[in-house]
């Protein structure tokens, strides 16, 4: 998730030189929104931090089987798809905003997102992810 982000944004969201488990404890500790997505044709999400998890409510396991697709609700599904697929085409865009929705039914909206392709080792897609550090919940 960290080597991707640097690889499109030409920025970095943890300090590299950190070792691995500093830099894993960092980013599921940071003030801002980090979580992603497999590549099956439904994505399943298989990672957020804890403002995340904060934000979208679920517990560590149910966030490993529910549908990326479901952080939105019905009626904003099409531009999250839109969305998506941009990224596919482009790496990753900066200026997200968009409304989500929490496990409970909570809507918030975050504003100046940043979402990417996630590689693996061998530069294959390996998924997607976001971070976002504006967000303000609605009604």
Do not use: C
Not at 42 to 50: G, K, S, V
Not at 98 to 117: C, P
């Amino acid at each position: 998730m960290l080597a991707s982000y640097a690889h499109w944004t030409g920025k970095h969201l943890i300090e590299p030189e950190l070792p691995p488990s500093e830099r894993a404890r960092r980013l599921f500790e940071a003030p801002f929104a980090a979580l992603s997505h497999n590549t099956a044709a439904d994505p399943i999400l298989n990672y957020a931090n804890r403002t995340g998890l904060q934000l979208f409510e679920p517990s560590w396991a149910e966030l490993m089987q529910t549908p990326s697709r479901q952080t939105a609700e019905p009626m904003h599904r099409e531009e999250r798809a839109r969305l998506l697929d941009a990224v596919t085409k482009r790496g990753f865009i900066d200026d997200y905003r968009g409304i989500r929705i929490s496990k409970t039914g909570r809507r918030f909206l975050i504003e100046r997102a940043t979402v990417w392709n996630l590689l693996d080792e061998n530069g294959a897609p390996y998924g997607q992810a976001a971070t976002f550090s504006q967000w303000h919940y609605l009604e």
